[in-house]
């Protein structure tokens, strides 16, 4: 699956990538809340710095043996969802 290259930023009404250029309207939906739709774009923005955070936390408590295992669950499951659903 390919996506766009992070790090992406919400600026002047779109998510857009590292060189400015748009690859998201969150404002496309009419019957959303204006505060709403910023939240949706703020989440996107972040998507590949959390993504990034849960590959480290995935790696971190493999390598210090302190996995508990539904955090990992969770953590690979939010890999998966972001990738090709696998991890």
Sequence with gaps: MARTKGPWKYED?????ETGEAIADPF???D?????MIA????MAAAPDLLRACKEVLFCMRENGSV???????VRDAIAK???GTV
């Design 28 to 30: 496309v939906m009419e």
């Design 32 to 36: 959303i809340p204006e505060e709403e």
């Design 82 to 84: 972001a990738g090709k």
């Design 40 to 43: 949706n774009a703020r989440l």
């Design 13 to 17: 009404e779109y998510v857009r990538n």
């Design 68 to 74: 508990l295992p539904f955090t990992e669950d969770m």
